[in-house]
């Protein structure tokens, strides 16, 4: 069964950075595409970024572009997601999203993504 634990949620001043990970359990991830999604309560869940060790690929949303960096270790089990130059929109609770594919297309789409976590909250006060 597989699992996603996040963590390195907290509450930073704007400007400020945190870094969020997620450990995958429960399969084999040779080859898998793990995102970083963001929710409010008066928005949709949004995708952050994306890694797709398949296609040795990630991808960004715009508004995160140059101040997010995602990464994962070499046993591609945990994934990171480095923010940098922080700001309150950035506030949400971040969950991260396991398949076993993504591409350009898709790799955003909350419904494309069959296993997810419980979610870390991100708080950036003005």
């Known amino acids: 069964q597989v699992q996603l634990v996040e963590s390195g949620g907290g509450s930073v001043q704007a400007g400020g950075s945190l870094s969020l990970s997620c450990v995958a359990s429960g399969a084999d991830f040779g080859s898998a595409c793990i995102a970083w999604f963001r929710q409010t309560s008066e928005k949709e869940r949004e995708g952050v970024a994306a890694?797709?060790?398949?296609?040795?690929?990630?991808y960004y949303a715009d508004s995160v572009k140059g101040r997010f960096t995602i990464s994962q270790d070499n046993t591609k089990t945990t994934v990171y997601l480095q923010m940098n130059s922080l700001k309150p929109e950035d506030t949400a609770m971040y969950y991260c999203a396991l398949e076993l594919y993504c591409d350009d297309d898709v790799w955003s789409r909350p419904g494309h993504f069959g296993y997810w976590g419980q979610g870390t909250q991100v708080t950036v006060s003005s």
């Open positions: 890694i797709y060790s398949g296609g040795d690929s990630s």
